[in-house]
Structures are given as structure tokens and as C-alpha cells.
Nanobody, 125 residues
């Protein structure tokens, strides 16, 4: 079982940038597909980005393509989410998630077995 701890959230003005970090406890970190999701108040949790085990196949939600970048460092058991040109409607709790069972990246929450506690991102207008 892996524990995930997110950090890097905070308050930023519209158009600004933040970099989220998710640290994993499992030394077999490279066995996991990693993803970021977000959940705004009163809304369902939604897919943001995911990355393959090797790190060479990122997948993004259409709404963040060209502005967000997911990456991972398997030597450091860490996945990152660089967020640029942030918008007020992207205010949400951002969650890191890990999947060890499936062979391909999924955009669905049910495909991920492990979740972090979330980090708040607030984008002011």
C-alpha cells in the first residue's frame, strides 16, 4: 500500500502559476500510474492529468492542455503538476492518485486505488 502526500497548494492570482508535488511512500513507485484530480465545492471530482509508469505518456483533460504539465521522478518517488495561466474556476482541492492494477491510463476516479489528502488551490480574480 502506498501513502501519498500532496503539497504546493495555495492562493494565486488569475494568470499565475503553482507547482504541486505528490510524494509517495512506496519504493515501487515506478509500478504506479500517477494522476491528479481536482474537486471544487459542490462538484464532482474531475480528472486533470495522468502519467504512465515510465513518465513518457502524459494525458491531460482538454481544459488544461497547454497550461498544465505533469511529470514524475521515479528516483524521488514524486509526481509533479506544474500549473500555469490559472483561472478562478480552477479553484479546488487537488488530489494525487495512484493506480497499480490497470495497464493503461484512466481518467476515472474508480481506476485509482490510492489517494492523497488533497491540497487547496485558490485562484483569485
Amino acid at each position: 500500500q502506498v501513502e501519498l502526500v500532496e503539497s504546493g497548494g495555495g492562493l494565486v492570482q488569475a494568470g499565475g502559476s503553482l507547482r504541486l508535488t505528490c510524494a509517495a511512500s512506496d519504493r515501487a513507485f515506478s509500478d504506479y500510474i500517477m494522476a491528479w484530480f481536482r474537486q471544487a465545492p459542490g462538484k464532482e471530482r474531475e480528472f486533470v492529468a495522468a502519467i504512465s509508469r515510465s513518465g513518457d505518456s502524459p494525458v491531460y483533460a482538454d481544459s488544461v492542455k497547454g497550461r498544465f504539465a505533469i511529470s514524475r521522478d521515479n528516483a524521488k518517488n514524486t509526481v509533479y503538476l506544474q500549473m500555469n495561466s490559472l483561472k478562478p474556476e480552477e479553484t479546488a482541492v487537488y488530489y494525487c492518485a495512484a493506480d497499480i492494477e490497470y495497464r493503461v491510463i484512466s481518467r476515472y476516479t474508480w481506476a485509482y486505488e490510492y489517494w492523497g489528502q488533497g491540497t487547496q488551490v485558490t485562484v483569485s480574480s
